[in-house]
Each structure stands twice: as C-alpha cells, then as structure tokens.
C-alpha cells in the first residue's frame, strides 16, 4: 500500500504541475505564444508601388508600370447554399472567358472543393479590364469571405515605343545570382523619383507552403512614384534609330550610337546605342553614348587647333609643309591617307581635308619645347572633366600629362594626341565640345530630364546647367566655325560628299584605327560630329560606329556622315520656318500713305451687283454689307428675287431690297 501510495502521490503532483502549466501557457504567457502563432501563420506581404511613368518632351509615353493580376478562389470559403447556387453559372463565365468546356471546370472545381483547395488558380496575368470582368462574375461577385475570391496584383514595366531608347529610358537587369539592377533613368531616378512607397497586405498560411490574403484589401495602399518628363524627342528618335540601324547593317558594323542635341539648352533630343547580337541582329546592347571611351581620332583636331588658335602660336592662314605626306616621330610615322601628301598648305585646308601630317607638324612645332602648355590649354577647355551626368557608369576622359607619373606620358605623345590617339572621350563628351562651338564658346551640360511631376504638380524642374562660359575667346570660336563649315562646304572638304544646297551643315570626319592583334585584324572607329544649320546652329550630333566592314567601306564621311546627314535633312523638312514679328502695332508711313490712297478711292467705287438667288437671308445680308451696300429684307427663306438685276453696276450705301420666299 505504500508504493501504491507513493505512486498516486506522484502522479497527482504530476497532474498539478500539468494543470499549473497550462494555466501559465494560457494566462500568463497566452499572449507570447498567440503571437508566435500569428508569426508562423500570418504574414505581411510588400505590395510594390507603382513606378512613375517616363514621358517624351511632347508628352508622348516612354515606359510605364502596367498592373497585373491573378485571380485564385478559396473553395473552402463559400457556403453550400452559395457554392451549389453559383457554381454552374461561374463555370459557364469561366468557360467562356477561356474559350474551353464548362463541364470540365465544374468537375475540377468540385474535385478541388472536396479535397479543400484554399487557393485554386483562376486566371494569371489579367490586365485591369478583365480583373474587373472577373470581379463580376457569379460567387466571385460575394467577395473574399462569401465568395473565397483571391486577388494577388503584381506590376509589369511596359515600354510603348518598344526597344527605342531602351538603354536611356531603362530596364531591370538581373545577374546569376538574381540580383536586379536597373540602368538609364530607370536606375537614376527611380530611387528619389520613380518608385514610389510600397504598400501591405495581411496573408493567411493555408498549408503547402501557400498563402492567401486574410483580407479583400490592402492594410497599407501602395503610393505611386513621380512620373519623370525626359528631353527626349520621339519623332527626332525614331530618325535617329533607323537612319544608324540602316547604316549599321550596309557596313556590317559590330556597334554605333548617334546622339542629337539642342545646342542652346544641351538637351538630348535622341540617343540611340546598337549592338549586334550572335545572330546578327542589332538591339539596345550598352549605353555606348555616355560609357564607352575610346580614341576620336580627326574629330580631336578641332581640339587641337582649339588650343593652338587660342594661344596664337598659329592662325587659320598660317601654312604648313605636310612632308608627302609622312612624318617620323621616334621611328613612328604619322601618314596622311592620300598618298604623298598635299604639299605646302594653309592650317584652315589641313584641317578640311583632315591632314594629319599637316596638323601633327603644326601643333609638334608650336609646343614640342612646352608641351604642358598644350595640355594645359586642353584642360581650360574642361576637357580633362567628367560630364557629371546622373546616368550610371559614365565613361572617364583620357589625356596624357607629362606632370602626371604614370599619366600615359612618352616622346610621341604629344604628336599622338594632334590629330586623335593616345586621348580618350565617350562620344557624349566629344558632342558636348561641338557642341560648345555650335553655341559661340558656351558650354553646357548634357540634359536628360526637364521636370519631376506628381500628376499636374511640378515637383523639380532641370534648369540648363553651363560647364564652361566660354571655352575659348569669340574670336577662336569663329575660326573653328568657319573651318567645320568649311569641310562640308569646300570641294576639297572630307565631308563635301554630305554638302546639301536646300541645307546648311558643319562638322568634322574621323577615322581612327582601333587597337588590333596584327595587321590581318585591323579594325576602325568611323565618326562625324558637327551641328545644323551651319549659320545659326539649333541641333548638334554626333555618330560614332565601330567596326564596318574594311570591304564595305571605313572612312567617317562615308560610313558616319550619311548618318548625320540623315537626321539633319529630315529635321530639317519637318521643322516649320517661322518669322517673327517685333511689334504688330507698328505702323510704317509708306503702307498707311498707300492704304489711304486706296481707301479714299474705294468711297466711290462702283461695284457689280452679285447674283443671289437661291441664298439663305444670311449670306447674302453678309456679301451686300461686305460689300458696303444697304439690304432690305421681305419675307423669310432664300433670295426669291433682288431689286437689282445681277452684272448692274451699283454705288456704295445703295439699298437693295431681297425678296425671301
């Protein structure tokens, strides 16, 4: 009796200390474990904002964000009064929204009740029209707690222009390890502008690793970004894209970019960036434009003269001996691709016809004593600068220095970089230079965006930001314009191929070798840049491509140029000649003298009766008043008869009387 005393006695302080347990687990710690439940059995989900729309400079629709849904059904949700009541008549809208059986739908419908699927797939992916056609249809139209509808919304980027642009407007850009990266403006001022605040939803587990929402809707709305007005224009884009893509593929060229901008406000009106793929193909590959730097050959020596001009050491008229057309530098030789050179010319004719003996003998002269005189003058020019754009991953310009250690400084470097090799400018860079001469010495910054908006109200607007008030004395600025008209203008002119008398055009060709493993590999780098119309200048552009085919043909005026020249004359034609007038209300003595004259004579002028018969009362009170005469009116309608036969010569202020019947 002992042990079994022992043993109750046991079990009884065991069953208190259970009872004091669960009371503790239900009173004093119920809220803690309510709370871990909720934990492992609820969840907030982030419901992503809607991106900002990207508008063109006129309005037009670059990239928006486009809701999607899917649409799930908690079967377990619905009563039996409901589910048998509605059941037939959802499948029949199903079916006929998805174009198949209803009486399949209906078995796996009730197939999914029995085994109480919470989150049966409906429909996937719906634009908002037809999330609403689903909200209507019957069950569906209860809600979530009577009807067990699920409504799951995600976002899609969609881009109406298609493939347009795409690198500057931007796109999500996903790694191996999944990790999104967005590029262009996308990526630039999608965090401060376009992405807006993202909002909650409360979601139920239900087992299977699946969870629903709790609710019908969102605990925490998500707030949509700023829509973001670019510089772009869609009409000047699309010239752009086609005219570099056409020209592309003729010379079977690996990339290309062209950019356009106005030259007063550096705004980019287009920037297309082509690269072709394994299949030959060209699409948006990098952003060429504003990463990519490499040599610019000829179109630096408008830089170089830049410098030489602004220090004087040569003028326009100053001539120089282009050596049959080869020099000799440290056992390198610069060679001029017309064969024996051009004899003894002057600096403006080297530069037209793109000597490079002429001009590497030219600047060799003036500073091989000073070359950090040379250097410098290219540095006062912010030529050494990055752009400072928003844009991710702008290229870095290159310019050896002999103060610098390590600064790609050697015996030949000064004659190099003459006429283009050994510097290094990303083609936007290159633009931004022209387009300074273009804009009589002012240098401004390239701009991409004009004004942030949250619906009609402005929240930022981009103002015109200036690099360089003056790059170079007014006087430089006038030789250099004279001398990049001169090149299209001028017979002899490397770009007079592109030489159009319905439009002016100035610019400069290049033609740069790239680097290469041996002599069976050489390849080039073909370019114009230059600014239209040529006296009055309102575009600036650049074109770069890489890489045409040798047999096909290299040379910037014959690959490069026809690309400018493309884009110039169709803007050209498409924009309206305008005249202005200063003061509408001025008055100029010979008119008024003249109107008088004629005035005083039209008093007495005798007129010819018209024929109005057949007229409405009110056109023809309007031509007799106009007319200066007097009308009478009879009756009501059309002109019957008139009082004065038609072809009868009558006096102002006379009446006529119209009969209307």
């Known amino acids: ?56 400079v006129g309005g037009s629709l670059l990239a928006t964000s486009v809701p999607k849904y899917d649409i799930r059904i908690d079967l377990v949700a619905p009563s039996n009064k409901n589910y048998e009541a509605f059941i037939e008549p959802l499948c029949d809208s199903l079916a006929n929204f998805h174009n198949t059986s209803s009486a399949e739908l209906k078995r796996k419908l009730r197939l999914a009740r029995e085994n109480k699927n919470r989150y049966l797939l409906l429909a996937r992916n719906l634009d908002y029209s037809e999330y609403l056609q689903f909200r209507n249809f019957p069950l569906l139209d209860l809600g979530a707690f009577k009807g067990g509808l699920i409504v799951e919304q995600t976002t899609k980027r969609d881009y109406p222009m298609g493939s347009i642009a795409q690198r500057l407007i ?6 191996d390890q999944g990790n999104v990266t967005r590029v262009g403006i996308d990526g630039a001022f999608g965090a401060k502008y376009l992405r807006g605040k993202d909002g909650q939803r409360r979601k139920q587990k239900i087992g299977k690793g699946q969870w629903k929402p709790i609710e019908d809707y969102n605990q925490v709305e998500p707030q949509d970004g700023y829509d973001v007005y670019t510089t772009i224009d869609v009409n000047i884009q ?36 082509l690269g072709r793929n394994k299949s030959g193909l060209y699409y948006e590959r990098l952003n060429y434009a504003v990463g990519e730097s490499h040599e610019p050959g ?19 008229t100053s001539l120089v001996d282009t050596k049959k057309g080869v020099l000799s530098f440290y056992g390198k030789k610069v060679k001029d691709s017309k064969k024996g050179g051009y ?32 250097v410098d003058g290219l540095y006062r020019m912010s030529l050494q600068d990055s752009l400072g754009l928003p844009l991710i991953g702008e290229g870095k310009s290159i310019i050896p220095d002999p103060r610098i250690k390590n600064g790609r400084w050697s015996g030949i470097a000064l004659q190099w970089m003459a006429y283009g090799y050994g510097v290094s400018f990303t083609p936007l860079q ?14 401004v910054r390239p701009k991409f965006l004009r004004e942030i908006k949250a619906i009609d109200t402005s929240i930022e607007v981009f103002e015109t930001q200036v690099i360089n008030p003056q790059i170079c004395s007014k006087e430089t600025v006038s030789k250099l314009q004279a001398l990049l008209k001169n090149v299209v203008e001028k017979e002899h002119g490397t770009g007079h191929g592109l030489y159009s008398s319905d439009f002016s055009m100035a610019g400069k060709t290049g033609t740069c070798q790239k680097d290469y493993v041996n002599k069976e590999q050489l390849n ?106 007097k009308v009478q009116i009879k009756g009501s309608g059309t002109v019957s008869k008139q009082s004065i036969k038609s072809g009868q010569k009558i006096k102002s202020n006379t009446t006529v009387t119209l009969v209307l019947s």
Request: proline share 3%.
């Open 238 to 273: 699309d010239i752009a894209h086609h005219a570099l893509l056409e020209q592309l593929e003729k010379y079977k060229a690996d990339h290309g970019t062209v950019v356009v901008m106005e030259t007063k406000t550096g705004e980019i009106r287009a920037i297309s960036n």
């Open 298 to 316: 000829s179109t630096f020596k408008l830089m170089a003269l830049a410098v030489a001009l602004e220090d004087k050491v040569i003028d326009t």
């Open 1 to 56: 009796m002992s042990k079994l005393y022992f043993t109750s006695g046991v079990l009884f302080v065991f069953a208190l200390l259970v009872i004091y347990k669960l009371l503790t687990i239900q009173f004093m710690q119920g809220e803690r474990y309510k709370g871990l439940a909720m934990e492992r059995t609820t969840k907030a989900v982030k419901i992503p904002a809607n991106r900002g729309n990207v508008y063109s």
């Open 170 to 175: 931007g796109y999500e850009r996903f790694d």
């Open 524 to 629: 080039y780098i073909s370019s114009f840049s230059g600014y239209f119309p040529a006296d009055d200048p309102k575009y600036s552009c650049i074109v770069v491509i890489h890489e045409p085919d040798k047999s096909v043909g290299y040379y910037g005026a014959d690959v490069s140029g026809p690309v400018f020249k493309k884009i110039a004359q169709k803007i050209y034609t498409d924009s309206p000649l305008v005249d202005e007038v200063n003061d509408i209300n001025q008055k100029a003595e010979p008119v008024e003298s003249d109107y008088d004259q004629y005035y005083a004579i039209a008093q007495k002028y005798i007129t010819i009766m018209p024929n109005l018969r057949g007229m409405s009362a009110m056109d023809a009170i309007a031509i007799l008043e106009n007319m200066g005469l």
């Open 343 to 374: 004899g003894v010319v002057s600096i403006a004719k080297a530069f037209e016809v793109s000597s490079n003996t002429g001009i590497v003998k030219a600047i060799h002269s003036a500073y091989k004593n000073n070359p950090e005189k040379f």
């Open 430 to 443: 290159t633009l931004t230079f022209y387009n300074a001469i273009a804009n009589n010495g002012v240098m």
